[in-house]
């Protein structure tokens, strides 16, 4: 039996390689190399990576980066993150990544992140941890205009920034699905004030939040998004 150390761009490149389970392999408990291990697997479809990673790994850098047909991963719950520091391009141009479990990633001493997510078009679920944190400064994901984040167990909603923006780990960890919105916009005229909507689906149902805007003439001067199927009113509040 062999004690693997090091798997820095172990796999780098493997173009044929389709399915990977690393839940029986023999990981060295000092084992601290991980950076780029499929990196440009392109062919990779399902990985199981249950139990790869220890406390003892700093450095996460592209791992699974452009691995452009993974369309699973398994066993990202039980990875131990809390001794790392730095990760970028982890799962960067996964885009056929349909669902991402990030619910056991520690972010708590992480200095160094950017481009976690960028290009997962696929994307429809993920699942954050209470240790999870996004940091304003770098790139995660891009949702389109016509979606944005569900929170499954209260049903709020957010934009790929505003759930950057407000995500607190103690107070909205769980599991958010990727559905179909619709962009409420308001038009203004020669003076500035506020519109208020009440979204039925909101975290208060029945109480109204504002979009402010300026004036900008007949532009379009506030929007908001807001999930299909909704029930909008919108009230003048200058």
């Known amino acids: 039996t062999v004690n693997i150390a090091d798997l820095t761009y172990a796999c780098e490149g493997c173009s044929y390689l389709t399915s990977v389970d690393t839940s029986g392999w023999n990981i060295d408990e000092n084992a601290t190399g991980f950076c780029h291990t499929f990196d440009g697997c392109t062919s990779l479809e399902t ?6 990673i220890s406390s003892k790994v700093t450095n ?11 369309k699973t991963i398994e066993g990202l719950n039980t990875w131990d993150t ?3 520091t730095r990760m970028a391009w982890i799962f960067s141009g996964c885009k056929s990544l349909e669902s991402l479990d990030l619910s056991s990633f520690d972010c708590s001493s992480i200095t160094e992140r950017y481009g976690i997510i960028p290009g997962c078009d696929a994307l429809d679920e993920l699942i954050l941890g209470k ?3 996004f ?6 994901f891009d949702v389109p205009e016509n979606s944005c984040w569900q929170r499954v167990s209260t049903k709020d909603c957010f934009t790929h920034w505003g ?74 509040r200058c």
């Not at 940091?135 to 995660?140: D, E, V």
């Open 82 to 84: 809390s001794g790392l």
């Open 60 to 70: 996460l850098e592209g791992v699974f980066n452009e691995c452009s047909s993974l």
């Open 47 to 52: 990985a199981n990576v249950t139990g790869l």
């Open 131 to 133: 240790k999870w944190s």
């Open 135 to 140: 940091s304003l400064n770098n790139i995660y």
């Open 163 to 236: 759930l950057m923006r407000s995500y607190n780990g103690f107070t909205m960890s769980g599991r958010y699905v990727r559905i179909a919105s619709h962009k409420v916009t308001v038009t203004v005229t020669g003076f500035s004030g506020s519109v208020a909507y009440n979204d039925h689906d909101s975290y208060s149902p029945g109480t109204y939040f504002s979009m402010e805007f300026s004036s900008v003439g007949s532009e379009q001067s506030a929007f908001e998004i807001l999930p299909v199927g909704d029930d909008v009113k919108l009230t003048n």
